[in-house]
């Protein structure tokens, strides 16, 4: 196994990793971590695209793990079914727009010097499209807010966007942190070797 190889795999279980410790709650308490889904998807979408194939797989397997958890929380943990309607498959554009976000910043962009600024701005535009589309997707097709006018719905909404989007956003930045340490590192031993040959 190459060194990329090696890499991909590793990313791909660290995001799992982070998405099974944290889906359980949206917004953390003081024993769990608050949701990763957006960041997951989105890191996603920047660190697994560089194949086609290895992103569509890696994709659907994040999907199929966020499902499992979702169905692991409330059909057998007994935790709220709220969410539960027709509007959950809705999840699968909105995750696939942060991924599709992350895979074109990824092909077209450095992350050093300006494309970190890009990153950032690319990132919460990403963000908080997702977090309109999931939440209208849900007013539309829950069924649950029939005599709810949407005007109503955007008010009582909105409140959460501060959180979603910057916890996302948090994760985002810690994973861009750690790359760029670990970049840093791999030059100074690179720069090392080098000099002692």
Same mark, same amino acid.
């Given at each position: ?35 990763? %889904?957006? *960041?997951? &998807?989105? $890191?996603?979408?920047?660190?697994? @695209?560089?194949? +086609?194939?290895?992103?569509? !797989? ?75 589309? %999931?939440? *209208?997707? &849900?007013? $539309?097709?829950?069924?649950?807010? @029939?005599?709810? +006018?949407?005007?109503?719905? !955007? ?43």
């Amino acid at each position: 196994m190459n060194n990329i190889q090696t890499r991909t795999i590793a990313i791909f279980a660290a995001l799992a990793a982070l998405m099974a410790a944290t889906r359980f709650n949206h917004f953390g308490s003081a024993v769990s971590l608050p949701d990763a %889904s957006y *960041a997951v &998807f989105f $890191l996603g979408g920047l660190y697994l @695209a560089r194949s +086609s194939l290895i992103s569509v !797989a890696a994709f659907a397997a994040f999907i199929l793990e966020a499902g499992l958890i979702d169905y692991y929380a409330t059909f057998i943990q007994g935790i709220s079914d709220w969410c539960m309607t027709p509007a959950y498959w809705f999840l699968i554009p909105t995750y696939g727009s942060l991924w599709l976000v992350g895979r074109w910043f990824a092909l077209r962009y450095r992350m050093e010097g300006r494309g970190l600024i890009g990153l950032a701005m690319v990132a919460w535009a990403a963000c908080s499209f997702a977090f309109v589309f %999931s939440n *209208a997707t &849900f007013y $539309l097709f829950s069924e649950r807010f @029939a005599s709810m +006018s949407a005007t109503e719905y !955007a008010s009582r909404v909105v409140q959460y966007y501060g959180s979603y989007v910057s916890v996302a956003l948090l994760y985002i930045a810690c994973a861009i942190a750690l790359h760029i340490t670990l970049d840093i590192i791999a030059r100074q031993r690179a720069h090392s070797r080098s000099e002692v040959v």
